[in-house]
């Protein structure tokens, strides 16, 4: 007799309405009333079992560093907080991803799906802030436009952070007498700003861009006395921190059938750092820089066998 054998694209295990468990990825669908109204979708995150979110960023159990992608493009933190979860159909974590996200990638991938829309959108939003202790302030604006053919958004952040410190220690030992008076004023500025483009050119292709920036500017300057045993040295230093990074991507995706797709990748990376301090009559200064360009031609195929084996 002959066999039927049956070729399976995938095996879906459902514990519930919510959650869909795949063989490479896990599926949580969002609902908004489940959530404060006007929550950001970062906290959506927070609810995954498996992720913990951070400042510094996200981890899958506690040991992959995860790489956030919002409606197919690299995103970051920054980006997501200004996502209201409203917004959000579903978030997929995935363990083990395919080499479309990168060569180099040995972590995870989080993708946020946001809701389609099927009317035009605009959508903008300021939001400011101030700090009466450390005499900082901060400006972030934000904007969203939506197409049938056209996904833009961008999104800005400027904030300063000054601050005064002043101190005075006096120490004694034996007949040792040590007392030193610090005065500390640090002004400084940090930027943030990220864009992302998607056009479909078809059904089957579309085209992304996407670029971000992060810079920040301090200056420090310290002026003070030591006395030690009634002799009194005056000092002045300064110091200064520059940082600068410049990231653009472009995909386009062209999708030759259902489980086959074809992706050309670019990628430009432009890093400057430089700090200098002046101590009395020294001067010491360090400048790193890093320039990168990369690109990749990337043939995906979900489904193949091998030996008549499904992979």
Same mark, same amino acid.
């Given at each position: 007799s002959k066999e039927n054998r049956t070729l399976l694209d995938e095996v879906l295990i459902t514990g519930d309405n919510s959650v869909t468990e795949k063989a490479n990825k896990t599926i949580f669908k969002i609902n908004s009333n489940d959530f404060l109204k006007n929550a950001k979708a970062n906290v959506a995150l927070k609810t995954i079992p498996n992720l913990s979110v951070t400042g510094q960023g996200i981890m899958i159990d506690n040991r992959k560093e995860a790489i956030l992608f919002i409606d197919g493009i690299e995103s970051s933190l920054e980006e997501l907080n200004r996502i209201s979860? !409203?917004? &959000?159909? =579903?978030?997929?974590?995935?363990?083990?991803?395919?080499?479309?996200?990168?060569?180099?990638?040995?972590?995870?991938?989080? !993708?946020? &799906?946001? =809701?389609?829309?099927?009317?035009?959108?605009?959508?903008?939003e300021i939001e400011t802030y101030k700090g009466l202790r450390l005499h900082s302030f901060g400006v972030l604006p934000s904007f969203a436009f939506k197409n049938k053919a056209i996904i833009f958004n961008t999104f800005y952040s400027y904030g300063t952070n000054n601050q005064i410190n002043n101190s005075e220690s006096y120490r004694t030992y034996e007949d040792l007498n040590y007392n030193q008076i610090i005065n500390k004023e640090i002004k400084g500025d940090q930027n943030y700003s990220s864009s992302r483009l998607k056009i479909n050119l078809s059904e089957k292709s579309n085209i992304v861009f996407s670029g971000r920036y992060f810079g920040y500017s301090f200056k420090g300057n310290s002026t003070g006395s030591i006395t030690e045993n009634n002799v009194k040295n005056n000092y002045e230093s300064t110091n200064t921190e520059l940082l600068k990074k410049i990231t653009i991507n472009s995909v386009y995706k062209y999708a030759l059938n259902d489980h086959n797709s074809l992706?050309?990748?670019?990628?430009?990376?432009?890093?400057?750092?430089?700090?200098?301090?002046i101590y009395l009559s020294d001067f010491n200064s360090v400048i790193s820089k890093i320039d990168e360009v990369s690109s990749a031609l990337v043939y995906e195929k979900n489904i193949a066998t091998i030996l008549k084996l499904p992979v």
């Open positions: 979860v !409203k917004e &959000i159909s =579903k978030i997929e974590v995935i363990s083990n991803p395919s080499a479309s996200y990168g060569d180099e990638l040995t972590g995870g991938v989080i !993708k946020v &799906i946001k =809701k389609e829309r099927s009317k035009n959108l605009f959508k903008g992706f050309l990748k670019f990628k430009y990376f432009d890093y400057l750092n430089k700090s200098t301090s």
